[in-house]
């Protein structure tokens, strides 16, 4: 118990550090770092906050889901997946409720690492993940087409068509010289994905559109004309000033925050052990995300969590222990209180490129046309969440995704689970026939829970005749619920008033546990350890 809850920081080091793993960190904290940079730039602008506190989130939160966390070479910071959420707090509690909501959401990471949960969130179905993370796809990309054409809208709203109704009514306002520069930038990263993949496509483009606009006196929008009053420095950490009422109002965002950076970054670990082999510790790597957030919300950053292309990308770039994502977190603040004065002359539109990419690459177009495939709950499953995602709320998507699939589920579960004729006594009909006369065999196969409780309640009751005897086997039963010995119970009355005599064998332990618990409803029926025990209590009674 003491190793899970270990931070896999302490573990490399204990295994030596030497001169060669120390330059493969550096090497590829560096590289992750450039890739970042415009990255946390854009994400904290696309959260509806200021590119600073992206950076901010990248440092502070990054350095410490690699210092405290269970995976050997997680990246954290800012993610697309919280781009939604935040806007929505930020629009309706102010960024003070942000902050707060971070905070608590940190909490709440902790306690869940702790508490066993990660384990937990290894079972959200693919389609939900699938949905909600293609449904914020959607949505970033399009928050992004006003900065990306240089639109000059009114007014524009936050629901998607109202979004895209005020981008239609304003594309008289094009400006050329924006849409130029972001075409530019979006053109510059698909090439050198394509042709040079190592090479930090997304630095370049905006170096390459930041000297086009400065050069060439273009008229554009620029992080520096947008946020004038941006700090180009760490800030000391803070306590945020908070009411009970606010309190009460973030506490819903707060856990649909430690829901999302829970989910990926045990995704976002899940991929990198692939990659490298080794195993992440998910309750340690849930408490280090807490942390992180925890650290994140003082300095005035964003939520945080594992991000994907970021932990692959130091992973390619020979990163061997979170030693690299620390160096990471270092050369952002090295970038951000040398280079942050130049952060003001790049172009919105060359940044609206960026996350169009981002939103790209978080579609995973291929997956959702593979579960396209799959059956039809899978298929609506997957398009509801998505649907309700982009048009409602990523809270309730999740919420309804989940509990559908839940739903799916047990409908499934019952169809293979029931009551269903003995199989040793079917493929040997001698042992049959040399039952006694009213003698009646059933397997109950699979988990009895409320899902098939009434249907195998349903089937005990079509045996059709009332037998002498009814032996029911229990070793394919590795689960009851209430419900289940609730039905068992039921069955167990039944038979009583009909004179039938009910033996329950071949039960796991816990399914004994259980029933033990459940009585005096089974005051009425037999039990043997084995199926051989059972039949030799079928001596004709005095």
């Known amino acids: 118990m003491k190793e899970q809850f270990t931070p896999k920081l302490i573990t490399a080091l204990r295994e030596g550090y030497d001169a060669s793993r120390l330059k493969d960190d550096i090497v590829a904290g560096l590289t992750v770092a450039i890739v970042a ?19 901010v989130t990248s440092i502070v939160a990054g350095f410490l889901i690699s210092a405290l966390g269970g995976s050997r070479v997680q990246i954290g910071g800012p993610t697309g997946a919280f781009v939604v959420v935040i806007s929505g707090i930020i629009a309706q509690h102010g960024y003070s409720g942000l902050v707060l909501a971070t905070m608590l959401a940190g909490l709440i990471l902790v306690v869940a690492g702790y ?43 936050a629901e998607f068509f109202g979004k895209w109704a005020a981008y239609i009514g304003a594309l008289g306002t094009t400006n050329l010289a924006a849409f130029g520069l972001g075409a530019a930038a979006l053109a510059i990263i ?34 520096g004309l947008r946020f ?10 803070h306590l945020p000033s908070f009411s009970m009422a606010m309190l009460s109002d973030v506490i819903g965002p707060a856990f649909t925050i430690a829901f999302l950076a829970g989910i990926e970054a045990l995704l976002s670990a899940t991929v990198a052990d692939g990659m490298t082999g080794y195993r992440h510790r998910s309750g340690q790597e849930l408490v280090g995300q807490g942390a992180a957030n925890l650290a994140s919300a003082l300095f005035g950053g964003l939520p945080a969590t594992g991000a994907i292309a970021r932990t692959a990308t130091n992973v390619r770039a020979g990163g061997k222990t979170p030693m690299a994502g620390i160096f990471h977190a270092a050369f952002l603040l090295v970038f951000l209180l040398i280079a942050g004065p130049l952060i003001a002359y790049i172009p919105m539109a060359a940044l609206a490129a960026v996350l169009l990419i981002v939103a790209w690459g978080m579609s995973e177009v291929d997956r959702f046309k593979t579960l396209m495939r799959m059956n039809v709950g899978e298929r609506v499953l997957l398009l509801l969440t998505f649907a309700l995602t982009v048009l409602v709320d990523l809270t309730v998507a999740i919420g309804v995704g989940v509990t559908l699939a839940s739903l799916l589920f047990m409908a499934r579960m019952s169809e293979a689970a029931g009551l269903l004729p003995d199989d040793e006594m079917a493929e040997h009909p001698d042992q049959r026939a040399a039952l006694p006369p009213g003698v009646e065999v059933f397997q109950l196969r699979g988990p009895l829970f409320f899902g098939v409780a009434n249907e195998m309640l349903d089937a005990l009751s079509r045996i059709g005749r009332t037998p002498q005897t009814v032996i029911l086997r229990l070793d394919r039963v590795p689960y009851i619920d209430s419900s289940g010995i609730h039905t068992l119970g039921a069955f167990v009355q039944q ?24 009585e005096p409803p089974f005051a009425g029926a037999e039990t043997a350890d084995h199926f051989a025990e059972a039949l030799a209590r079928l001596a004709p009674r005095p």
Do not use: N
């Not at 946390?40 to 992206?54: E, H, N, R, T, Y």
């Not at 508490?115 to 970033?140: D, H, Q, S």
């Not at 009053?229 to 800030?235: C, K, Q, Y």
């Open 37 to 55: 940079l415009p990255l946390a730039m854009a994400l904290g602008i696309a959260s509806g906050a200021s590119p600073d506190k992206g950076l």
């Open 495 to 518: 038979a009583k008033a009909t004179q039938t005599r009910v033996i329950l064998c071949d039960m796991r332990p816990s399914v004994v546990t259980e029933l033990q618990r459940a």
């Open 115 to 157: 508490a066993g949960v990660g384990k937990l969130m290894r079972y959200i179905p693919m389609p939900v993940v699938t949905g909600f993370t293609a449904g914020i796809a959607v949505i970033i990309a399009s928050s992004q087409i006003g900065d990306f054409l240089g639109l000059h809208a009114r007014e524009v709203p």
């Open 190 to 223: 698909l090439i050198l994905k394509r042709l040079a993949p190592r090479w930090p496509g997304y630095l370049i483009a905006l170096t390459i559109t930041s000297v086009a606009a400065v050069g060439m006196h273009l008229p554009v929008d620029t992080v």
């Open 228 to 237: 004038p009053d941006m700090p180009t420095s760490l800030p000391m950490p």
